[in-house]
């Protein structure tokens, strides 16, 4: 289907106002409208421009440009400009003691000497559910968002299930909550995004608060998943018990500057955001603070991994595939954000990176399911000490520094019982420790 992206904007000559943006279908757009306004104040004109280098950039936020300047780079022949008379037979005016055009209805009033009037729009594109009030940029975020939240809830009920078994042998770490609390959080956020869009399709307006709340679950459960890759590269909860007093109060500084990051964000975008120049959330100072402080995390996380594999080479089967997974990750969403800003059309901005983010999201957790699931044939299995065992080794008589670091095991499917059937009795047990000053850990079958 032929898509004509004509970025519509509706001005009005005298103060020249920008109302809305809308992209619409070649064959199926409509625009239905209805404007009043007093006689006196004849004649306004509604100006529609084409998002084109010559057309809507060359005259938006141009002050030393006039209104007729402005609308002299419009091509009549093409209906870009709606003289609202009745001279103008398709504008659909009569007078009636005012000038009124039947068609729609939205109501907003300008003093002095700029506009008044009182107008009502309907922009359309067919009457699928799917298509109609969305603009031509938007299509397929409803149905792109629906499939995710079904993958993502899908992804939490394995995690769920994996929690389960880890928990019987006494091997679900805090890591591992946290992951299931970032898993949870994205479906909640894509659950109000999908209900947002929902109500949108439905009525062309939507309830901006539950977007707006869709939007803050998103960016937590992006934080949370950020620290628990920072905390497992420093080997929290597989090769020591703690992370030391230095290391938590930089990881709580880090954090909060990550988050107050995020709030700055948040209020730029509701308060400075621009819809007429189409602007991505990246494309703010804000944004580009969260890049370069996603950038820091990832020389942080490899020094964490490279100290971690230092002290611990055994741990390399989860390491290496780790460190390699999420340095892609780690890059993906400044380079997802510089594209998104330089090398997407406006037109097709939104409903791109929505999919480009919930697939780099996506990935995160598939990688990290994987990674950790509790098999005999997972060769990348992290965790080796059990919950129960780690009061016990910080009480360690060793001392702080001693109590920190787990015992030395390296992970291996020596459990096998055949080529394909791994011995689960056997899968998460852990070689006897003896630590000075207390009894050496039982296996425990």
Known sequence: MLLAFICFFLLFLQDWVFLTRFCFLTDFGRLDFRFRYPKSRCCQNILLYFDDSSQWPAVYKTPDKDC????????????QVINLTTRYTWSGCVVRHTWSCDFMHCIVGFGGDGLQLEYEMKLTNGQSFWTQHFSADQFGILETNITFLVIFFMVFLLSCYFAY??????LLHTTYKMFMTAAGLEVLSLLFHCVYWGLYATDGVGTGSLKLLGKFLFSVSFLVFLLMLILLGKGFTVTRARISHSGSVKLSVYMTVYTITYVVLFIYEAEFFDPGEVLYAYDSPAGYGLMGLQLVAYVWFCYAVLVSLKHYPEKQPFYVPFFTTYTLWFFAVPVMALIANFGIPRWAREKIVNGIQLGIHLYAHIVFLVITRPSAANKNFPYHVRTSQIGILLSSPKGEEGGEGFPHHAYGNRSFLGDSQPNFTELF?????????????VKKP
């Open 68 to 79: 007729y300047q402005k609308e002299a780079v419009l091509r009549p022949e093409n209906n």
């Open 429 to 441: 047990s852990i070689q006897s420790v003896k630590i000075p000053g207390m009894s050496p850990a």
């Open 165 to 170: 078994n880890l928990k019987g042998r006494q």
